[in-house]
């Protein structure tokens, strides 16, 4: 194996201390931003709402849609802009679900969705609509071929399959230039340009979370969590000893709680890509703390008149390299997809990324005190060295 260090001595426990009450400390930040401030966001996904990410033809300032959204009592939405050229807008309402039915509530959610995008649509959208014509930025597959069949026949899905992958990469038809320059048909975009108008916007995705359906699953993303804690303190406890059942639990917990601390600060939102990264986290975080463990349980059999601390650095130390090589390659593929995996996958790799630098730090610095502390409480001269 690659060895990035050779014989390194460093004494990792005498900073077990400062480790602790740096992380701790910043936990306890981290808890107090998400209680007493809302440091905690939580997604459509678990609180209900809608959410819409769309693309204007010609870009507006947030001031103006959130004026025009005041109209239809919805200014408080959240309004995001993303990207700095070729800017897209994400739009995210939470309904009340106060007094409402399962069905009730779902309801209202594609309604609210519905009305935001009608009130942010021009005099010009409208007048278009009132004279029969068809938005060429809202048309889907199916509407796209129903319109050319009847003229092209054999070629209208060829043609269509042009128009969809232009709007797909560039997000809206800005304008009937853009069409020409695909190698369309003369026929093609005569008649586009005869039933169809350049709407004012795009609808990139839209998202609908009943409240209900909301609070059905943030309880079940943490029981889901709850679990692989239980279950892997008894993995550990039947694999080795109690003890390190204890310190790997401890240390789990104290990296879910950090890498959340850590979240909070970010102004990011918790949604399902997000839950699924920390069970993620969870098994990645156990496994490099058991290899430590396993190297403190095997010197404990060879070594039986060392020092405790002392055999715990050792143990540390050679597997050191292990240790910096595993989680730095990891990290590396991390920083790729948080820089250029796209939005999509982005909250769930920066998760990732936050979590197995913590991760990695905490095999070194949490877990192996947790142990240490434990062996100077209850002192088991022998069960530690079976």
């Avoid at 405790?308 to 050679?318: P, V």
Wanted: aromatic letters at 10%.
């Amino acid at each position: 194996m690659l060895q990035l260090f050779k014989e390194t001595r460093i004494p990792f426990l005498k900073y077990k201390y400062p480790a602790i009450a740096l992380s701790w400390s910043v936990i306890a930040a981290g808890m107090i931003n998400i209680f007493f401030f809302g440091g905690l966001k939580l997604g459509v996904d678990f609180s209900g709402g809608t959410l819409i990410r769309m693309k204007f033809r010609d870009p507006l300032p947030i001031s103006e849609i959130r004026g025009r959204l005041s109209d239809i009592r919805l200014g408080e939405s959240k309004i995001q802009e993303v990207g700095a050229e070729d800017r897209e807008y994400i739009i995210r309402t939470i309904v009340s679900k106060a007094g409402q039915q399962e069905s009730e509530e779902v309801e209202a959610t594609e309604i609210m969705a519905n009305r935001i995008i009608d009130t942010l649509l021009t005099a010009e959208d409208r007048r278009a609509l009132e004279a029969g014509l068809q938005d060429i930025n809202s048309l889907d597959a199916a509407g796209l071929n129903y319109l050319l069949e009847p003229l092209l026949l054999e070629n209208a899905a060829e043609e269509t399959k042009k128009i969809l992958d232009h709007r797909i990469e560039s997000g809206v038809v800005r304008s009937w230039d853009d069409l020409a320059a695909l190698d369309l048909g003369r026929d093609t975009l005569a008649r586009l340009q005869e039933r169809c108008y350049l709407g004012s916007l795009s609808v990139l995705s839209k998202e609908t979370v009943g409240p209900l359906a909301g609070d059905y699953l943030w309880n079940r993303a943490r029981l889901a969590i709850i679990y692989a804690l239980l279950g892997m303190l008894i993995y550990i406890a039947v694999r080795f000893k109690l003890a390190y059942g204890v310190s790997g639990l401890l240390t789990l917990f104290h990296d879910i709680l950090l890498t959340l601390s850590v979240f909070s600060f970010t102004s990011r939102e918790i949604n399902l890509p997000v839950i699924a990264a920390f069970l993620t986290l969870v098994g990645y975080s156990i496994n490099d703390t058991i290899v430590i463990f396993d190297r403190i349980r095997d010197n404990l059999k060879t070594l039986r008149k060392a020092d405790f601390e002392s055999l715990m650095n050792l143990s540390i130390n050679q597997t050191l390299n292990r240790t910096v090589i595993t989680g730095g390659t990891t990290m590396l593929s991390l920083l790729v997809l948080v820089l250029f995996g796209g939005e999509v996958i982005n909250d769930f790799a920066f998760t990732l990324l936050i979590g197995i630098v913590i991760g990695t730090y905490s095999s070194i610095f949490q877990s192996c005190p947790f142990l240490y502390f434990w062996w100077k409480i209850f002192k088991p001269k022998k069960g530690m060295r079976k």
